[in-house]
């Protein structure tokens, strides 16, 4: 076991954790963040997908000793009222269907815009491909990723 | 309007509860927990009164409906409700939606599975709302000393226009709530419908693009441990001893023991089927320790031998065989191929089959092939238990509660009225959580430790522990007569351990001459239903096989659909025939006209395909495009007949969700099995459909209709996986017999 201070959605938190647990089980077991889903525990699926500074990361791989001060954006703290450009875009083009794969797409998607706010189609279909959903509602989001960067251009 | 009555059967199917006492909400404790308030209230409800089981209707007009059914992204949380506003004729937005509990009592068919949730609520829903408003029209009758039959209601609001009396549902809320439930109720016009047929938003959508715990694996509890299995690696091994000296001193382990799923002397209704009945358990304090201790944890395990068990599926009993062995996917494909040699057992026949394809001018014979799936849910199996000696509280997702409940109360040998089920959104089902051995497991683990606990099955666990679609085998022959019509048919299926054939379905009824017969085969991996179960396979095979009859016949792949159904529809072959061949055309001809079928395009490549299935009619056009080899589909264009439709955007989503599936498992889904090991065991192996592959567009049609709804979740599912087979023809001149398509 180890301390570690980490910088989660804005806020500090210290767990007290095996140094290897992957960042996934300490947001879900030890800090009560479970938007960040578990599917696959081998960075195939991209529901545990998070933001680890401004970059998109798998973090069922992701020990938390690993982490040092980059600072944690889960899907909990991607906006503080749920009004995230994506978030709205998911919202208007109804995209969930059983709902479980979205927050790791989404938070997927946000990272790719904060890169590049207007990217192509093939950009999308290129970042996105790393996240599985199997109610396959593929088409849906691809769309909702569309009207949020349109949207965010202003 | 018509008149129904609210009886159903001996009993009341709504019952009256008096006044809320224990009932009553209050305001502020729902007003804090609710994320975005759908109205702008003038006032915050003071208290709730229960109008019956699925209705709440607050002192300022805000109506609570539990949504009867569990959620798994079929939308039955919007619909079911939006079903019940309808008749009680209120504002959407005056609707709060709460997942109902397990209660027998209150509710009927509280699952889902075999797209029947709308189509066998339909009814009680809409008299549910029915019976509501007539309550509290009676209510205002009373308070206003006029005759119900001069009050009217308009979004929320009872009105006698002669007195110029009107008052809101909520003031005549706490009278309702005291009154005996009519005899009889009125419900309204299909064309007064102002919710039912307008697209409504999934009420949880904010809620899942804001990660909030929605989901069973999301269940955390004061004191709570987390438990995972280990199950023996191969079907047809039994375990025999755990090896647990390295496992348990390991940090935050509490517990190794092993558990035993059924009593050996229950006998299994159809959806306790269970992959492994005696398992290990390991608990501890978090995910992470007990997924360490599980790699150190070792267990022996021994053959099994073959065994019969009796088994009854609602109510009639059945023999299931279990041979011993390590089974193979390349002995099932000879066994398979050696059933299908033999004669089998012939279930339907019509006409003289034998002298039809002696005379025949042509025959077509074609064999279709297609593996076990695993389910892969993305949420994987999971639940959460606090069984106590007093009370068993299990809270997850699952398909069936309702059968689970009862198969729990045996193992626990505690009464149906101590145990109390939860359900949480599912994510994900297809089949898979209507066999919630997981359930019994959690609670089992629950009782030993004394603790509330919660058992989650890695990926690993999940798919290699599965309750699989069955693998599929079916030879088709066709003969042709001198004018190029379909004369005689035959068609013989098998499977392991089940046949996919539905006797009485098309082309059966259309063909003059038609023989049908089936064969299975018995087999230790387990298995069960899968997204539209069968006819995911049928549809896929039948489909193809058509398309290259009516190549073979000169004719386009829908003209000669189209003259069979007219055949099954003016002259129809046998009695039994299952299906309706005029909504059958209809969705052929639509997605015929709406993808412009017919119109050349030099590197669009298209195949067509239509089925019947869960009583709905699904017809497909798919464009193909090849790039570098590699076949891409474009678009989907989809038409359906599956009656009244409720939400139309929900249902366009779920069509969408079954066609992309559809082509991710024609394409990749697999499992093969080496020595009853299962070759795959994670996402880096069992290909899925990724968003590069999904059509770039799928459009979906309704066909307008008065018809009650019919089943939506699995009918778009089945035909797809030969749109895609022909359209690959089409693309490379080559016919795809055995599924996946595609080797990844
Ligand atoms: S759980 Fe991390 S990628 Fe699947
Ligand atoms: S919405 Fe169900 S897995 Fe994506």
């Known amino acids: ?154 | 309007m018509s008149t129904v009555s609210t009886k159903i059967g001996r009993r009341f199917f709504i019952k009256s509860s008096t006044l809320a006492g224990g009932g009553i909400m209050l305001g502020f404790n729902w007003l804090a927990s609710c994320q975005m308030p759908k109205k702008e209230l003038s006032s915050v409800p003071k208290e709730w009164f229960k109008i019956n089981g699925f209705l709440k209707i607050s002192d300022n007009g805000l109506v609570t409906i539990m949504s009867p059914n569990p959620e798994g992204g079929q939308n039955v949380k919007t619909s079911m409700p939006m079903i019940v506003a309808e008749e009680l004729d209120v504002n959407w937005n005056d609707v709060i939606v709460e997942q109902a509990p397990l209660d027998t009592a209150n509710f009927t068919r509280q699952f889902i599975g075999g797209s029947q949730a709308i189509r066998r609520g339909w009814e009680s829903l809409r008299m549910t709302g029915a019976c509501a408003r007539h309550m509290l029209k009676q209510a205002a009758a009373q308070a206003w000393q006029v005759p119900l039959e001069e009050l009217t209601t308009a979004s929320g609001v009872i009105q006698h226009e002669k007195t110029g009396h009107s008052a809101g549902y909520g003031e005549m809320a706490s009278a309702a709530a005291t009154l005996p439930v009519p005899e009889t109720v009125e419900l309204k016009e299909i064309k007064d419908f102002k919710i039912i047929g307008t697209s409504r938003k999934n009420v949880d959508g904010q809620k899942i693009v804001t990660g909030q715990p929605l989901f069973g694996i999301d269940t955390y509890r004061e004191g709570m441990l987390t438990a995972m299995i280990v199950h023996p690696p191969a079907f047809g091994l039994k375990l025999k001893s755990v090896d647990d000296s390295a496992a348990r001193n390991m940090p935050g382990i509490k517990d190794i023991f092993t558990i035993k799923v059924f009593n050996e002397d229950y006998e299994k209704e159809f959806f306790d089927t269970c992959t492994f009945t005696e398992i290990a358990v390991i608990v501890g304090n978090s995910t992470w320790e007990v997924m360490n201790a599980k790699k150190a944890l070792k267990i022996s395990c021994e053959p099994i031998t073959s065994s019969t068990e009796n088994r009854s599926r609602f109510g009639s009993k059945y023999t299931q065989h279990t041979p011993a062995g390590l089974e193979s996917t390349t002995d099932h494909k000879a066994q398979m191929e050696a059933m299908a040699a033999k004669p089998a057992e012939i279930v339907r026949k019509d006409g003289n089959p034998d002298m039809a394809f002696k005379k025949a001018a042509k025959i077509i014979e074609r064999t279709f092939t297609a593996p076990y799936l695993a389910h892969n849910c993305m949420e994987p199996m999971n639940f959460f238990a606090d069984v106590t000696s007093e009370k068993a509280t299990l809270i997850g997702p699952l398909q069936k509660p309702e059968f689970t409940e009862k198969a729990l109360s045996a193992r626990l040998g505690m009464p149906l009225e101590k145990i109390d089920i939860q359900m949480t959104r599912l994510g994900g089902g297809y089949g898979r959580r209507s066999y919630a051995h997981w359930l019994i497991e959690a609670a089992l683990i629950s009782q030993k430790m004394n603790a509330p606990v919660k058992l989650i099955y890695t990926r690993e666990d999940d798919m290699t522990d599965g309750i699989y679609r069955p693998a599929y085998h079916i030879k088709f022959r066709a003969g042709l007569d001198g004018s190029n019509n379909l004369n005689a048919f035959h068609v013989k299926a098998g499977g392991i351990p089940e046949s996919p054939l539905a006797k009485d379905r098309f082309p059966a009824g259309a063909v003059d001459h038609y023989l049908a017969e089936e064969w299975t085969i018995d087999t230790n991996l387990t298995v069960g239903s899968f997204r539209a179960p069968r006819s995911n396979f049928m549809a896929s095979a039948e489909q193809s096989f058509l398309d290259e009859v009516a190549e073979a016949a000169g004719k386009d792949p829908i003209d000669f659909r189209l003259e069979l159904l007219e055949k099954a529809s003016k002259n129809p072959v046998g009695e039994n025939n299952d299906y309706d061949a005029n909504r059958y055309a209809g969705v052929l001809k639509m997605v015929r006209e709406k993808s412009g079928w017919g119109k050349e395009s030099t590197d669009i490549y298209r195949g067509v395909s239509a089925y019947f299935c869960h009583n709905s009619y699904a017809a497909q056009v798919l464009d193909m495009k090849m790039e570098n080899g590699t076949p891409k589909v474009q678009k989907v264009t989809c038409a359906i007949d599956c009656g009244i439709v409720v939400n139309p955007d929900g249902a366009k989503n779920m069509a969408e969700g079954g066609i992309v599936d559809g082509i991710g498992n024609a394409f990749f889904g697999e499992l093969t099995f080496k020595d009853g090991v299962p070759e795959k065991n994670n996402f880096d192996k069992y290909r899925m459909i990724r968003m590069k592959e999904a059509p770039k567009e799928i459009d979906v049609y309704f066909v307008e209709s008065n018809i009650d709804p019919t089943g939506l979740g699995e009918p778009t599912f089945p035909p797809t996986f030969a749109a895609v087979a022909n359209a690959l023809y089409q693309a490379t001149g080559k016919r795809h017999y055995h599924q996946p398509f595609l080797k990844s």
């Open chain 1, 1 to 154: 076991m180890a301390k570690f201070n980490l910088i989660i959605n804005g806020n500090q938190k210290e767990v007290d954790v095996d140094p290897s647990t992957p960042v996934l089980w300490v947001l879900r077991d030890h800090l009560k963040l479970v938007g960040t889903k578990y599917g696959c525990g081998i960075a195939q699926c991209g529901a545990c997908t998070i933001h680890l500074d401004d970059t998109a990361i798998r973090s069922c791989q992701l020990p938390v000793s690993a982490v040092g001060n980059q600072a944690i954006t889960t899907i909990e703290g991607l906006s503080e009222n749920g009004d995230h450009p994506l978030q709205k875009a998911w919202v208007a083009h109804d995209v969930p269907q059983c709902g479980y794969c979205q927050a790791g797409q989404i938070m997927t998607a946000a990272a790719l815009l904060k890169a590049n706010p207007n990217p192509t189609e093939e950009t999308i279909e290129a970042t996105m491909n790393g996240n599985i959903c199997r109610c396959g509602t593929y088409i849906r989001i691809r769309k909702a990723i569309q009207t949020a960067a349109s949207n965010q251009q202003g």
